[in-house]
Each structure stands twice: as C-alpha cells, then as structure tokens.
C-alpha cells in the first residue's frame, strides 16, 4: 500500500519551480516526526486556494525546504458558504467544535459570547485564543483535504455577531421547535447560531429572531454545543451542499 503524501498548510507563494522553507513546526513534524528525507514528495497548500505537490530538496534538523512541481487549484470547497457562530465552550469542547464544522466545509466561525456562556477572554489570551483556533482550522485542512482556511473571527458578543448577518438563509439552533430545513432552493449564504452548554436565554432567542434567524431542531435528544454544529452543518451540506452525490 502507498503511504500518501503528507499535506502541510504554508503561507506562502506558491510557483512552480519555487523553493518553500517550511516553518518550524511543519518542519519538525517531516523531518522528526515523519522522518522523511530529500527526495520525498509532499502537498503543500497556501490557505487561499492553491494546492501544490512538492519534493523535498533539504531537510535537516536545523532546515527543511520544498520545491514546488506542480500548483492547482483546490477542489473541495463547499459550494455552501456557512458562517458559523458557536458559543465559546471551555477546554477541548471549542477546539471540536471548529475542527468539525472546517472538515464540514463551513466557510468562515465567529465565537461568541453568550449569557450562558462561561468563558470570558480578554487582551493577550484573547489574542492567544484565538490563534490557537485558527491553527486548528489550518490542521483540520491539511486532514481533510481542503486548500481554503476559513477564517475563525476575534470573538464578538452575540448581539454585534447578529447585527452583521445579511445570508439568505439564518438559522438559530432551538430544541423546543419543530422547525426544519423548509427552503426550496439553495441559499447563496447561511449562518448558523449555535448556542453554549446551558442553551441560549430567552431573551437571545428572541434577538435571534427579530434578526431574520429561523428556529431548527435537530431531533428530540439535547446534543452538547460540540455536537450540533456537526449535526447542523451535515444536514445543510446534505440539502444544499455537496454531500448529497445525486445533487
């Protein structure tokens, strides 16, 4: 059996006959971990859209460079564009939740702060967060095969996050609703609000819908704030976007 060729996310200009030192973290993982030497192919993709195969042409423990063979343009984007707002949750549950929704071709996240919630982040480990996040997207790519990283958004509260949406299609996650997936055509947008652990208030379920978000249901189990965007983002992928192979 062929091992595949491993993928590594690169911000970087890719031509063909271009040489891409790797960052150190990619660099540690090829050289240490995968220990692969030159001669080695790789895919590397920039974050935007462009794909390359590549071979490495040095790679030591101090440096590891590949040289561009080939680019083309990524194939895996969703014809779906889903804003996702997700309710920041602690520990691992957030880091989930985005590494899901970016494997489910979800086109841009903004956490959010809901009255529920309780995480509040402010100043350097607002900053450190939300790295962390973004690198998760970029690792979430390099798994499932897609050449664009979605933006993961600074945190907003979710009155300003709401007051923002203008896709066709707006969706608030509510368990104590009957309401489905009812439009007949396909949407050019859709955002989806996800709220924290302990639901959303009243109150926010309320702006919600004054904002043009119309209430879905996933089924009659309580799913934690990890698991609906899953749940979510499969059933609109499925209605209108690119699970559904007879579409």
């Given at each position: 059996m062929t091992r595949r060729s491993p993928r590594i996310h690169v911000a970087a200009d890719l031509r063909v006959g271009g040489d891409v030192v790797l960052p150190e973290g990619p660099a540690r993982h090829v050289a240490r971990v995968l220990r692969l030497g030159e001669g080695a192919a790789l895919r590397l993709f920039d974050g935007?859209?462009?794909e390359a195969s590549a071979v490495l042409v040095e790679a030591s423990r101090k440096r590891v460079v590949a040289r561009v063979e080939s680019v083309t343009t990524g194939a895996c984007e969703s014809p779906l564009r889903?804003?996702?707002g997700q309710a920041i949750s602690k520990g691992d549950r957030m880091d989930y939740a985005i590494q899901k929704a970016v494997e489910?071709?979800?086109a841009?996240?903004?956490p959010l702060y809901t009255e529920h919630g309780d995480v509040?982040?402010?100043g350097d480990r607002e900053t450190k967060k939300l790295a962390h996040w973004q690198a998760v997207a970029?690792?979430?790519c390099e798994q499932c095969g897609r050449a664009v990283v979605p933006p993961v958004h600074p945190p907003l509260g979710l009155a300003d996050w709401l007051v923002e949406r203008d896709e066709a299609l707006r969706l608030v996650l509510h368990p104590e609703t009957d309401g489905g997936l009812d439009s007949e055509s396909s949407p050019n947008g859709v955002a989806l609000l996800i709220g924290p652990e302990g639901g959303l208030a009243e109150a926010e379920v309320a702006a919600?819908?004054?904002?043009?978000?119309?209430?879905?249901s996933l089924g009659p189990r309580i799913l934690r704030t990890e698991t609906a965007p899953v749940v979510a983002l499969s059933l609109l992928q499925y209605r209108f976007g690119?699970?559904?192979e007879n579409r």
């Amino acid at each position: 059996m062929t091992r595949r060729s491993p993928r590594i996310h690169v911000a970087a200009d890719l031509r063909v006959g271009g040489d891409v030192v790797l960052p150190e973290g990619p660099a540690r993982h090829v050289a240490r971990v995968l220990r692969l030497g030159e001669g080695a192919a790789l895919r590397l993709f920039d974050g935007a859209g462009l794909e390359a195969s590549a071979v490495l042409v040095e790679a030591s423990r101090k440096r590891v460079v590949a040289r561009v063979e080939s680019v083309t343009t990524g194939a895996c984007e969703s014809p779906l564009r889903v804003h996702l707002g997700q309710a920041i949750s602690k520990g691992d549950r957030m880091d989930y939740a985005i590494q899901k929704a970016v494997e489910l071709g979800v086109a841009a996240i903004t956490p959010l702060y809901t009255e529920h919630g309780d995480v509040r982040l402010k100043g350097d480990r607002e900053t450190k967060k939300l790295a962390h996040w973004q690198a998760v997207a970029a690792s979430a790519c390099e798994q499932c095969g897609r050449a664009v990283v979605p933006p993961v958004h600074p945190p907003l509260g979710l009155a300003d996050w709401l007051v923002e949406r203008d896709e066709a299609l707006r969706l608030v996650l509510h368990p104590e609703t009957d309401g489905g997936l009812d439009s007949e055509s396909s949407p050019n947008g859709v955002a989806l609000l996800i709220g924290p652990e302990g639901g959303l208030a009243e109150a926010e379920v309320a702006a919600a819908r004054e904002a043009g978000f119309g209430p879905l249901s996933l089924g009659p189990r309580i799913l934690r704030t990890e698991t609906a965007p899953v749940v979510a983002l499969s059933l609109l992928q499925y209605r209108f976007g690119d699970l559904d192979e007879n579409r």
